[in-house]
């Protein structure tokens, strides 16, 4: 039965006096009985209505709205909002990677004047980072009050500034911090040590564990996994395995279930799957019941050793160990699947979600198509499109990419041609350059010809169109006397690069 704190502390009062009022000890069992009997209705009651709130602060994105309208709502509705079960719904939205409503619950909340601690600052500051970008962070920053500008808020800012590979700033920051006597902690350093790796300087991660050391700074459970990873990035399994026995025989309340995760895809990595799955059984009895990410990360593991019972295995006790599977770790089961080519798991696992799932995500969908691609398996892969682009907003274009690369590879051109074009005008779509390389390689003038009318009749013909057609009339030995009059006419800037492939298929 859960006591809260209030009621423990009542407990160890009466159990201090024990001794002296032993002929009321009846009555002392039967006040504690009382109490905690009315502890645990509270909790059911609040935990009930944390549960509502969540729900409708989680499904705005469906909805829409604000979440300032949300509670609004809520309240008029005659409800009560507590802090604290703002910010559980604030953990939880940020969790999810719904940053702008996590925001907008802060800033309803500093609208009705609810005190900030220093951490709740800190929450702001990484938020309005990751909902309106870092300017609009350091607009908060500098906003902010001497006191609330501290420990916490910095060392949000140094966060903020290293996710974003921003290094001088984040070297600067840190620099000032350090003035400040608010570096010495592993919070900082662990800060500074992510920057580099994300740099891809692994060397630099070492140099600053020995600063930590030199400071007598002690090394969290972070700062072990990240200099594991970095002796890994520098192929020395050696010095991986020496910081692995060191967190064991010295530190070893710093060891936990990340720890034995790290250890084993570094074993992946070198392809030593017997020591890997030893990592993993000990990653599997230190994680505990309730937690998924380590499931996650047992799956992918056992499914870079090749073990697909283990990834059956695994993803049952998945599915028992909690109420809800979440989209995240079908996607998960997905990955595994596919990567051990398990094509029949895979169409089971995907058409189990298909039939369960309570917001359609479009990456899951991906996956399938993919695999089925891969595996040629057209059919298939063209349901899976069809269903979503009628169950979902998408985006498509990763899908659209993924036909039209398995047509151009079957020299099905027409039909590479059809998916390309649904393509186009999407930013973050690579099919434009794709195509164009494959004509080039392919020496297929003519293709890129009716490449370049799709595009100029989008209004997407420039510079690099015309550079790789005149590399693949190049590439074809064949000439094109109008080419400068059409470059002109499409208002397309020469340099002297271009003047030179042009020269080659169009002489003056």
């Excluded at 109490?35 to 509502?52: L, M, S």
């Excluded at 995760?261 to 009895?285: I, R």
Aim: aromatic fraction near 10%; charge should be neutral; charged fraction near 30%.
């Amino acid at each position: 039965m859960m006591i809260s704190v209030r009621v423990r502390v009542r407990v160890r009062e009466m159990m201090k006096y024990s001794r002296l009022v032993s002929a009321g000890a009846s009555s002392v069992a039967r006040w504690l009985c009382t109490a905690a009997v009315e502890t645990e209705a509270e909790v059911t009651r609040r935990r009930g209505r944390e549960g509502r709130l969540y729900r409708r602060l989680s499904e705005l994105g469906l909805t829409g709205g604000t979440a300032g309208q949300a509670l609004n709502q809520y309240i008029r509705e005659g409800k009560i909002v507590k802090k604290y079960e703002l910010l559980r719904c604030i953990k939880e939205l940020r969790k999810y990677g719904s940053y702008k409503h996590a925001l907008q619950i802060m800033e309803w909340m500093e609208m009705r004047n609810i005190n900030f601690a220093f951490r709740d600052y800190a929450t702001r500051l990484d938020l309005t980072s990751k909902a309106q970008g870092i300017a609009e962070a350091e607009n908060y920053f500098s906003g902010l009050s001497q006191y609330a500008k501290n420990q916490c808020t910095y060392g949000a800012l140094l966060n903020c500034y290293c996710k974003e590979k921003m290094t001088d700033k984040a070297l600067a920051l840190f620099k000032k911090m350090d003035e400040m006597n608010i570096a010495s902690t592993s919070v900082a350093f662990n800060n500074l040590m992510s920057l580099y790796m994300r740099l891809g300087q692994p060397e630099k991660v070492p140099p600053l564990i020995e600063e930590m050391r030199h400071r007598n700074i002690p090394l969290d459970t972070f700062s072990y996994n990240i200099l594991m990873h970095s002796y890994s990035c520098l192929n020395d399994i050696e010095a991986v395995e020496r910081v692995f026995e060191e967190i064991t025989e010295e530190n070893e309340k710093e060891c936990d279930w990340t720890t034995f995760s790290n250890l084993a895809a570094v074993y992946v990595k070198y392809g030593l799957n017997e020591k890997a799955e030893s990592a993993l059984k000990k990653l599997e009895e230190e994680m505990g019941p309730r937690s998924r990410y380590a499931y996650h990360c047992l799956i992918s593991l056992y499914a870079g050793t090749s073990n697909l019972d283990e990834v059956h295995r695994v993803w049952n006790s998945l599915k028992s160990g909690f109420p809800k599977t979440t989209n995240v770790s079908y996607r998960v089961m997905l990955h595994a699947l596919d990567r051990l080519n398990d094509i029949n798991g895979l169409k089971r696992c995907f058409e189990e979600w298909e039939s369960s799932y309570s917001s359609y995500d479009i990456r899951l969908a991906n996956v399938a198509i993919s695999a089925y691609l891969k595996n040629d398996m057209i059919v298939e892969a063209e349901s899976v499109l069809d269903e979503a682009i009628k169950r979902s907003e998408g985006p498509f274009f990763k899908a659209w990419d993924m036909f039209m690369m398995f047509f151009l590879k079957q020299r099905r051109v027409d039909s590479a041609f059809k998916y390309m074009e649904s393509a186009l005008g999407h930013p973050k779509s690579e099919s434009v350059d794709k195509v164009l390389k494959y004509f080039e390689e392919e020496k297929n003038v003519d293709g890129a010809e009716e490449l370049c009318k799709t595009l100029k009749k989008v209004n997407c013909l420039d510079s690099k169109a015309y550079d790789s057609l005149l590399r693949t009339y190049i590439a074809a030995g064949k000439s094109a006397p109008d080419m400068r009059m059409r470059i002109e006419a499409d208002g397309i800037e020469v340099n002297s690069e271009f003047e030179n492939l042009l020269e080659t298929v169009c002489p003056k």
